[in-house]
């Protein structure tokens, strides 16, 4: 999921770094009973879970929207939520069927019934923007339903796609409600989450209260909460020193989290390992001057880590050195192996080889704000040091830098990246398969081959060959250059609990976690 959304292998281990005491407990019968306030600098760019693959968008409709299959804080395994079961037919993982739950209701009170599911899967596939979720199921051929039965029938082998079932991608929603043909744009939503979408202001307020007619595999539903949206995370920090937030989560500034205090007694801080990263994804259009990998390879070859890990990051990132990163299936380090070190003089010959006349005129487009800035400035920085790029920053807004990117109109551009399920296949796909969500024109026929190879196996450590072949094709190609990974921070005021519990790097946002204590 675009971070625009696990060291430990398969799954986050979230490690509660204070308070794991008797604040866990079931609220007193003195709770508070204001919403509990949560804010963010994620931003939502679509309410329709047709219309967006972002982590801010994904985590408001893990709450909002029911998907067939959920996935349990702490699990690898996905069960069922707004089915009563799902699995595969035979041994070839080409056709999934779930049995929907026959207690289903929307927020607004219509019964929900397998037509539903398929209308809205058939709906995300038919609009397929740019900037949404489709680039998730590349091999499902149709939605067959008979009763409450809804069968999937893929056209080939994909061992994870139950997972992708339990994702945003998978939210259900009411076909009477939202056109079949266009993106629902007024705001409001109907699903059958365990909350209700109570208002809604974009990049400012979203209140949630509690569906009293949720049915499906939480066993609450949590008390209500108000999501606070900021611009800055300079902003977010200040809300939070004020008072005016109860729990932060995504992000804070860097130097603010290298500070992190656990032993303070007022605040709780969750530190997990995270699965979050950073890419430089580059333009291989033709007529774009990247088209040429070798002048790909010439910018691996200049890139240095070291100063965004230390001087923009503060120590709360570690250096990425592939597309897989570390505590993943197959993970392992073709960019280390192939590029140990800054080398200029590699870079420059490589630039010689290639054609192109020095230094070489390159336009990189990134998100405005926060950290953005200034990792994109040291990265200038790095590429126009020795006299072989002319690079030229552009700072653009979140919407229309999606936009910007889809079209083709920068030359390279930073993207952020959570992933969508436990699973290796999350990077790979999505960022470098057939239809990749980057938008970057990037296709190899070794790669889709090598991506279906690791879809074969439900046994997921018999993957792991195939995910280090198809990392080091991505070290040779360079569509892309891994940047970093960082770990993941939630800090919450002493009365609150839940918190350790908010995110655990499926792409869930458990608000219904947090209450009062």
């Not at 070839?92 to 209701?105: E, F, G, P, V």
């Not at 130097?255 to 699965?275: F, I, K, M």
């Not at 126009?384 to 999606?402: H, R, Y």
Request: glycine share 8%; charged share 25%; proline share 6%.
């Amino acid at each position: 999921m675009r971070s625009i959304r696990i060291r430990i292998l398969a799954i986050l281990a979230v490690l509660v770094i204070a308070g794991v005491g008797a604040w866990q407990l079931l609220p007193s019968d003195g709770a508070k009973e204001d919403p509990v306030s949560v804010g963010t600098t994620d931003v939502v760019t679509s309410l329709d879970p047709a219309g967006a693959y972002d982590a801010g968008s994904w985590a408001m409709y893990s709450n909002i929207y029911q998907s067939l299959m959920t996935f349990k804080s702490g699990a690898i395994v996905p069960e069922p939520d707004a089915a009563e079961s799902c699995g595969f037919l035979g041994g070839k993982l080409q056709t999934y069927q779930c049995k929907l739950r026959d207690d289903l209701s929307f927020s607004n009170g219509r019964e929900i019934t397998a037509e539903d599911v398929k209308y809205s899967f058939e709906r995300m596939l038919r609009i397929k923007t740019d900037v949404g979720p489709s680039v998730l199921f590349p091999t499902l051929k149709n939605v067959v339903t008979e009763g409450r039965t809804i069968t999937f029938n893929l056209s080939s082998r994909d061992a994870t796609f139950p997972q992708k079932l339990a994702t945003g991608a998978g939210s259900i929603v009411d076909r009477e409600a939202y056109s079949e043909n266009k993106l629902r744009a007024d705001n409001k939503v109907s699903g059958s989450g365990p909350y209700v979408l109570k208002s809604y202001e974009p990049g400012a307020e979203a209140e949630l209260v509690p569906n009293t007619r949720y049915k499906g595999a939480l066993k609450k539903t949590g008390g209500p909460v108000t999501v606070r949206y900021y611009k800055q995370s300079d902003d977010l920090l200040a809300a939070w020193k004020s008072g005016q937030i109860d729990v932060t989560h995504r992000q804070l500034p860097p130097s603010a989290l290298a500070e992190l205090n656990p032993g303070d007694a007022d605040q709780r801080v969750t530190e997990a390992d995270s699965a979050e990263i950073r890419n430089l994804v580059f333009n291989v259009r033709a007529g774009s001057p990247l088209a040429d990998k070798r002048v790909r390879q010439a910018i691996a070859s200049v890139i240095d880590r070291a100063p965004l890990v230390t001087d923009v990051y503060k120590g709360t990132v570690e250096p990425l050195y592939s597309l897989i990163p570390q505590g993943y299936i197959g993970h392992s380090t073709p960019f280390f192996d192939e590029y140990p070190s800054p080398d200029s003089k590699r870079a420059k010959k490589l630039l010689e080889q290639a054609g192109v006349q020095l230094p070489l005129p390159i336009t990189f487009a990134y998100r405005s704000g926060d950290s953005y800035t200034p990792e994109t400035k040291e990265i200038q920085r790095q590429l126009n040091a020795d006299g072989l790029f002319k690079v030229t920053i552009k700072s653009v807004e979140w919407t229309a830098f999606q936009k910007g990117y889809a079209a083709g109109k920068y030359d390279m551009y930073t993207v952020g990246w959570l992933p969508d399920y436990p699973d290796p296949d999350t990077f790979s796909q999505p960022l470098v398969g057939r239809d990749t969500s980057l938008h970057n024109g990037y296709t190899s026929k070794k790669m889709d081959q090598l991506i279906s190879d690791t879809l074969q196996f439900s046994d997921r450590s018999r993957t792991s060959a195939d995910f280090k072949d198809l990392q080091k094709l991505v070290g040779e190609d360079v569509p892309l250059v891994p940047l970093w990974q960082k770990k993941d921070y939630v800090l919450a005021k002493p009365d609150v609990s839940g918190s350790q519990y908010l995110s655990d790097g499926t792409g869930i946002w458990r608000l219904w976690e947090l209450d009062w204590i």
